[in-house]
């Protein structure tokens, strides 16, 4: 990818994550309302915990790619994060915005894995 | 909170914009220059800090205290009235701190720097925003 384009992707992805992060602190009840039925049931902990700490995964995930710091890893848990948001809300009207998102969480990923990383794998195979 | 949105959302491209600067100058690199080729005439000019504390730091540390302040104000971490004064105060100074290394660009180094007007238009613009909401709810 383009070093520019990279950038605008990552600051973007990153201001949604910080600020998605702060909506869910601010109200964490409404937010759990996204969640599919069946799945209050296998929360080890109060719903309210879980949306506080996946506000604070939001937070630690949007902070990491704001300051370019292990962007790759953040860009990984990201996608991971994604994928289970869009399975845990099932279909929606916003599904679509989940999905451009973990694109974009995928493709931040693919174009910040390290060399030496790419390296090893290459010399696995 | 539309408002707040916006500002936090300014704040972080300046947290990534001085993030990006202070790493070229650890490096001691030089930053791309989209426009002009003067940045680096201003970020290596001696009126890069003020005392001893590089620019590029104080920008970080407001970037991040407006991102957190707005943070607080949405989410409703009292006291919020502290909170509105020091975000107003700030951006206030900032602004004025903007237009004091505009200025010097412009009329003492006589080149201009790219990421320093990034970053003076950022404040700029958030000035404005905490304006037109004060104009919107008839608070001026």
């Not at chain 1, 109060?46 to 937070?59: F, V, Y």
């Not at chain 2, 412009?106 to 720097?113: D, N, Y």
């Given at each position: 990818?383009?070093?520019?384009?990279?950038?605008?992707?990552?600051?973007?992805?990153?201001?949604?994550?910080?600020?998605?992060?702060?909506l869910?602190?601010?109200?964490?009840?409404?937010?759990?309302?996204?969640?599919?039925?069946?799945?209050?049931?296998?929360?080890?902990l109060?719903?309210?915990?879980?949306?506080?700490?996946?506000?604070?995964?939001?937070?630690v995930?949007?902070?990491?790619?704001?300051?370019?710091?292990?962007?790759w890893?953040?860009?990984l848990?990201?996608?991971?994060?994604?994928?289970?948001v869009?399975?845990?809300?099932g279909?929606?009207?916003?599904?679509v915005?989940?999905?451009?998102?973990?694109?974009?969480?995928?493709?931040?990923?693919?174009?910040?894995?390290?060399q030496?990383?790419?390296?090893?794998?290459k010399?696995?195979? | 909170?539309?408002?707040?949105?916006?500002l936090?959302t300014?704040s972080?491209?300046?947290?990534?914009?001085?993030?990006?600067?202070?790493?070229?100058?650890?490096?001691s690199?030089?930053?791309?220059?989209p426009?002009?080729?003067?940045?680096?005439?201003?970020?290596?000019?001696?009126y890069?800090?003020?005392?001893?504390?590089?620019?590029?730091i104080?920008?970080?540390?407001f970037?991040?205290?407006?991102?957190?302040?707005?943070?607080?104000?949405?989410?409703?971490?009292?006291?919020?009235?502290?909170?509105?004064?020091?975000?107003k105060?700030?951006?206030?100074?900032?602004s004025?701190?903007?237009l004091?290394?505009?200025?010097?660009q412009?009329?003492?180094?006589?080149?201009?720097?790219f990421?320093?007007?990034?970053?003076?238009?950022t404040?700029?613009?958030?000035?404005?925003?905490?304006m037109?909401?004060?104009l919107?709810?008839?608070i001026?």
């Open positions: 990818m383009k070093k520019t384009a990279f950038h605008f992707l990552r600051v973007g992805l990153a201001i949604t994550f910080l600020w998605i992060g702060v869910i602190l601010k109200n964490p009840e409404s937010w759990s309302g996204y969640l599919q039925p069946w799945v209050y049931g296998l929360l080890p109060p719903i309210e915990q879980a949306m506080l700490g996946t506000a604070i995964l939001d937070i995930i949007g902070a990491m790619l704001l300051l370019d710091v292990f962007t890893i953040a860009a848990v990201a996608s991971l994060h994604l994928v289970i869009l399975t845990v809300s279909i929606t009207d916003i599904t915005r989940d999905i451009g998102l973990l694109v974009a969480g995928l493709a931040l990923m693919i174009d910040s894995i390290p030496k990383m790419l390296n090893k794998i010399l696995n195979k | 909170m539309t408002s707040y949105a916006l936090f300014l972080a491209i300046g947290i990534s914009e001085t993030m990006y600067l202070i790493r070229k100058r650890i490096a690199q030089k930053p791309v220059c426009v002009g080729d003067n940045c680096s005439l201003v970020l290596e000019s001696k890069n800090k003020i005392f001893v504390i590089p620019n590029d104080l920008g970080l540390l970037y991040i205290t407006i991102s957190f302040i707005s943070a607080f104000l949405v989410i409703g971490v009292e006291p919020l009235v502290f909170w509105d004064f020091i975000f105060i700030s951006i206030l100074f900032g004025i701190l903007s004091v290394f505009t200025y010097i412009w009329r003492i180094i006589k080149a201009w720097c990421w320093c007007l990034m970053s003076a238009f404040i700029w613009l958030m000035g404005i925003i905490i037109s909401t004060l919107i709810n008839n001026i």
